[in-house]
């Protein structure tokens, strides 16, 4: 079975960029879709937004035109470019693909 290693989170201040990574323990050709998520403190997993294997895109409308989700089939790689981040992106992030199991996530904070 697939694992999932998130990394690349941090602090950062209102209106920075973090870039974070996503690498597979196998090949990830086979999963059509892979998607980001994030748990803040209190509040319910979300999703943030996935890509196809053919890199089709779609976002939450809170992340729309400030993240970018990509992936790398041949280095089994999906990645996430937060861009303008605001205090409320603080959170967890976590990604998923088909029946891969959740892992540890990565801790995002955004604050001055």
């Known amino acids: 079975q697939v694992q999932l290693v998130e990394s690349g989170g941090g602090l950062v201040q209102p209106g920075g960029s973090l870039r974070l990574s996503c690498a597979a323990s196998?090949?990830?050709?086979?999963?059509?879709?892979m998607g980001w998520y994030r748990q803040a403190p209190g509040k319910e997993r979300e999703w943030v937004a996935f890509?196809?294997?053919?890199?089709?895109?779609s976002y939450a409308d809170s992340v729309k035109g400030r993240f970018t989700i990509s992936r790398d089939n041949a280095k089994n790689t999906v990645y996430l470019q937060m861009n303008s981040l605001k205090p409320e992106d603080t959170a967890v992030y976590y990604c998923?693909?088909?029946?891969?199991?959740w892992g540890q996530g990565t801790q995002v904070t955004v604050s001055s």
């Open positions: 998923k693909g088909g029946t891969t199991p």
């Open positions: 890509i196809t294997r053919g890199s089709s895109t």
């Open positions: 196998g090949s990830i050709f086979s999963i059509y879709v």
